[in-house]
């Protein structure tokens, strides 16, 4: 180094050096916080939205075991029973695989 370098001028660029370095912790710290908060915010926009989605599809199910039942002709025959309970049971079985289907996308 020069020797008519001035010792303050040395000693002001040594000490903003320092701070450069001392600042950069907490700069990637705060990066860091902030990456955490907004990806915890993703999470529950997701899990807000699945639930959403699973009451669409109970709903569904719902209205059309409603829709069956009063669309059923009377129950007075064991024939008509027997047709009434099996159709039943098959809208049961596809909306619990569609229900199953969604659980397993999450």
Do not use: C, W
Request: without cysteine; proline residues 3%; negative net charge.
């Amino acid at each position: 180094m020069p020797a008519n370098v001035s010792e303050q001028i040395t000693d002001s660029i040594t000490q903003v050096n320092t701070e450069v370095l001392g600042d950069a912790p907490a700069q990637a710290m705060g990066t860091l916080f902030q990456t955490a908060g907004a990806t915890a915010g993703l999470a529950m926009q997701n899990a807000v939205h699945a639930q959403s989605n699973q009451y669409a599809l109970n709903n569904a199910a719902t209205t059309q075991g409603v829709n069956l039942l009063y669309t059923s002709p009377t129950a007075a025959s064991a024939a008509a029973s027997t047709k009434i309970d099996a159709g039943f049971e098959g809208t049961l079985a596809k909306l619990d695989a569609l229900i199953l289907n969604n659980n397993s996308l999450r």
